[in-house]
């Protein structure tokens, strides 16, 4: 399974961005598909996921009410929907693939997108 995240880029504060994440290799509905990011100095942490097939979904706090995460099977794509961004979201913006749960639990995720920059300015 391989994953491409793209979308990200150099936003101000309170612009909006949207990450897509490509499936190829298999069939997205086999797959939870987890949104995760890592900013300068600090640890990758899981921000929101999406369940196969009934759309399920899950976000953290700190993007709760900001962020949409949706997914097209159709499509083998998935998407993160970031509004209101504000400078604390800036790191490096990456989705994985796993099976089994509904979770933001990184070490449950095992295949990896290469990661997509995002930059928001105060």
């Known amino acids: 399974v391989q994953l491409q995240a793209s979308g990200g880029g150099l936003v101000a504060s309170g612009g909006s961005l949207r990450l897509s994440c490509a499936v190829s290799?298999?069939?997205?509905?086999?797959?939870?598909i987890g949104w995760f990011r890592q900013a300068p100095g600090k640890e990758r942490e899981g921000i929101s996921c999406?369940?196969?097939?009934?759309?399920?979904?899950y976000y953290t706090d700190s993007v709760k009410g900001r962020f949409t995460i949706s997914r097209d099977n159709a499509k083998n794509t998935v998407w993160l929907q970031m509004n209101s961004l504000q400078p604390e979201d800036t790191a490096v913006y990456y989705c994985?693939?796993?099976?089994?749960?509904?979770?933001?639990?990184?070490?449950?995720?095992?295949?990896w997108g290469q990661g997509t920059q995002v930059t928001v300015s105060s």
């Open positions: 994985a693939a796993g099976r089994g749960l509904l979770t933001i639990i990184r070490a449950l995720y095992n295949y």
């Open positions: 999406i369940s196969p097939r009934d759309g399920t979904t």
């Open positions: 290799g298999s069939t997205l509905d086999e797959y939870f």
